[in-house]
């Protein structure tokens, strides 16, 4: 099955600078690859997505890219904010695979004002 | 807030005993997962409905069963619950059968004693 292992597992940045999450996959058939957000005491929350037919996706402070032939994607947000401040997991999954999405283990993201 | 609507917020049971938890989807999503969130083993995917019936299936023990009603409203039954049971549970809902777009509730969670 699928194995997604994201770094690093905290990350700790100052307001206004550019913080980068990595993830790598196992399963070259994995073709949807979703960002999650998730603050104290609530549930994920869907920030970007992005399909393999694409290499890139933006919107606003938030990026994703994708290199499919090195089975990894990455997690940009520029001008952070101290509401960035948040644990971010990403996730891949494959169309046909039963509809399991798998998760990283999760990056805690801390944005010092 | 996502739409998702779980209940309880917190479960404090004994080792040995069943608890069902509820959710009830976003209007009109037609999908609703399962996932269980622990420090060790992050977000794992237990099962998924769509329209009543199971759809996917994930790392979920025997000792688990859920189901979706007529009202799209699902339930995850947890039974003979173990020390090592106690996480967060989280529900979510999407649309249409595939995994993407997922909306989470806030989790419900659960302490086994």
């Known amino acids: 099955g699928e194995n997604v292992e994201q770094h690093p597992s905290t990350l700790s940045v100052q307001e206004g600078d550019s913080a980068v999450i990595k993830c790598t996959y196992s399963?070259?058939?994995?073709?949807?690859f979703p960002w999650y957000k998730q603050e104290l005491g609530k549930g994920p929350q869907l920030i970007i997505d992005i399909r393999s037919n694409v290499g890139e996706k933006k919107d606003q402070r938030i990026a994703v890219t994708l290199n499919k032939t090195a089975k990894h994607f990455s997690l940009h947000i520029t001008e952070t904010q101290p509401e960035d401040s948040a644990v971010y997991f990403c996730?891949?999954?494959?169309?046909?695979?039963?509809?399991?999405?798998?998760f990283g283990g999760g990056t805690r993201l801390m944005v010092k004002p | 807030d996502s739409g998702v609507t779980q209940t309880p917020k917190h479960l404090i049971t004994a080792t040995g005993q069943r608890v069902t938890l509820r959710c009830s989807p976003r209007s009109g999503d037609l999908s609703v997962y399962w996932y269980q969130q622990s420090l060790d083993q992050g977000l794992q995917f237990l099962i998924q409905y769509y329209n009543g019936e199971e759809r996917a299936k994930g790392n979920i023990l025997e000792r688990f069963s859920a189901q979706q009603f007529p009202d799209l409203h699902s339930e995850l039954n947890l039974s003979s619950l173990e020390l090592g049971d106690s996480a967060l549970y989280f529900c979510a809902s999407s649309p249409g059968a595939t995994n993407e777009k997922l909306f989470f509730g806030s989790g419900t969670q659960l302490s086994v004693l």
């Open positions: 399963d070259s058939a994995s073709n949807y």
């Open positions: 996730a891949a999954s494959e169309d046909n695979a039963g509809n399991m999405l798998t």
